[in-house]
């Protein structure tokens, strides 16, 4: 009686959620101080650890994200999706539309429907605004210092990271009461399965992704993993999800496999940025070997190991692998940039060329291709059409950093100091050095010649800066910089 009445409770929350797709708005918190909460939060996030925003991790990523939010609703937010360089196995849902998944988490994964599953669990929480009516606001806890709590949950509240942010905190007091309740947990994994199906994907992943969060909950109970922390129980979780597979039973339509091309591709690209280069090689070489791996398996496996050799230098290896992964997939065009890539590193600058421009052709929109392109006329000297390009990407991502640095030392080649510190200044700024940012932008403030958006730009970055020196990941940042001038100096009078 008890578990059909469970089923019928579970059946009338489907039917609430594939008729109605948003929850009840939190009038406590506005959305414009959601959005100043999340700028700031984003910042301290850059403070701690480099973000993995490479074109085409982050375009896949966010394309992957658009495609929840095409069938969720009730957006007030631009929502953009992040990867942190970080090995923790935590995924967190700030204010204002921004998602974060540390690659920790994706190194557990198996599938694109299990990231799509837990991505939309973190959309249900802020399409629901859990986060929002959570947020107390008053006098002694300011917008700053909430996203400076916000950043040390999101980051791992038990790491060195999120400690330093939480410690000295006006709100570190406040980051107990950010921690999603069971009901919050329950209203954005029932969203979550609505719009999997929504969008044909197999339910099933989310199951899987529970079960992988049980199992490291029970073989890490002296260190929780602080996505278990912000979101309590798996087991009751999983309970859940599993009531809600068996309402639908064989109604539950079997989507049509994903191809798993492009996330296996992205895992094996960030994995390559933060694995053990030795415990990495040997786990892709035991893939290839293993005789009851599937061919997808190892031909993905053969891609890892190319990326793995060329953070080697060994572009000769590297080359004959990815020549081996084209001839699986001779219409993955990206491919041919990760090429390109090899052969650029490698000093051949037109096979580099003639292989991006081929991958561009066949995907105009793939601003990885657009990224490498202008990398390749920097080197040939090509400075228009380096240019055209380096602003073709800042303006589809204009958060990404290396480009604002590519852009520095275009504008430096061509005699611009000005707009050069400018760029440089960003550059800085989104990788967390606040202490260099500051000091270009101050540059760019005595540059009276300059146009009026790039002073006006100047001075707001300057504006943020005064906001973020106060918090103590601002603090941390300036003081491993003064360590490292410190340390260098001392090499120079060795020398």
């Known amino acids: 009686m008890k578990k059909n009445m469970q089923k019928m409770l579970a059946l009338l929350l489907v039917l609430v959620v594939v008729n109605f797709s948003c929850a009840r708005p939190v009038l406590a918190f506005t959305v414009g101080e959601e959005r100043e909460v999340g700028e700031i939060l984003l910042y ?3 403070l701690a650890f480099p973000l993995i925003d490479d074109p085409d991790i982050s375009q896949y990523i966010n394309e992957l994200g658009a495609e929840v939010l095409k069938v969720s609703s009730a957006h007030f937010f631009d929502y953009r999706f992040f990867v942190i360089k970080n090995k923790e196995f935590n995924a967190f849902a700030a204010p204002s539309g921004l998602i974060f998944f540390h690659s920790g ?10 990231l799509v599953s837990v991505m939309a669990h973190e959309v249900g929480h802020v399409v629901s605004r ?4 959570r947020m107390e606001k008053g006098s002694k806890v300011g917008l700053g210092a909430m996203a400076v709590a916000l950043a040390g949950l999101a980051l791992g509240g038990g790491g060195v990271a999120g400690q330093a942010l939480l410690a000295g905190s006006m709100a570190a007091s406040q980051a107990l009461n950010l921690h999603f309740s069971r009901q919050d947990e ?3 994994d029932l969203l979550s399965y609505g719009w999997m199906k929504k969008m044909e994907r197999d339910p099933v992943a989310m199951e899987k992704m529970l079960k992988s969060m049980r199992r490291i909950t029970r073989y890490r109970m002296d260190q929780v993993p602080q996505y278990l922390l912000t979101h309590p129980d798996p087991e009751a979780r999983l309970g859940y999800v599993q009531s809600l597979m068996a309402v639908d039973g064989s109604a539950l339509k079997k989507p049509s496999p994903i191809d798993d091309f492009s996330f296996v591709r992205a895992k094996y690209r960030i994995l390559s940025q933060i694995e053990d280069e030795g415990q990495f090689r040997n786990f892709l070489a035991t893939k290839i070997a293993d005789p009851n791996a599937s061919a997808f398996d190892k031909t993905m496996a053969r891609y890892g190991l190319s990326q793995v050799e060329r953070e080697a230098n060994n572009y000769d290896r590297s080359h004959d692998l990815l020549r081996e992964v084209i001839a699986a997939y001779p219409d993955r065009s990206i491919l041919l940039v990760d090429l390109g890539r090899v052969e650029l590193a490698a000093g051949h600058q037109d096979k580099a060329l003639a292989l991006t421009l081929q991958a561009s052709s066949q995907n105009p929109q793939d601003l990885w291709a657009v990224f490498q392109l202008a990398k390749i006329y920097l080197e040939l000297g ?9 602003f ?4 589809e991502m204009p958060e ?4 604002y640095f590519e852009l520095g030392k275009l504008r430096a080649t061509q005699g611009n100091q000005g707009e050069s510190s400018f760029y440089l200044g960003k550059y800085y700024l989104y990788e967390g050095r606040i202490e260099l940012a500051q000091e270009n932008f101050e540059k ?8 009026r958006d790039i002073f006006e730009d100047a001075e707001k970055m300057l504006d943020t800066i005064e906001r973020l020196e106060d918090g103590p990941g601002s603090k941390q940042k300036q003081e491993e910089e003064k360590k490292k001038k410190e340390e260098e100096q001392r090499r120079d009078r060795r020398r």
């Open 44 to 46: 301290q996030i850059r």
């Open 105 to 114: 988490l994706i190194e557990t994964m198996n599938s694109e429907d299990e």
């Open 130 to 133: 859990h986060i929002a009516s």
């Open 186 to 188: 329950e209203e954005a």
């Open 382 to 390: 090509r400075m228009k059409e380096a240019e055209i390009n380096l």
């Open 392 to 395: 073709t990407v800042a303006r």
């Open 400 to 403: 990404y950093s290396q480009v």
């Open 444 to 451: 760019v403030i005595k540059e009276r010649a300059l146009p």
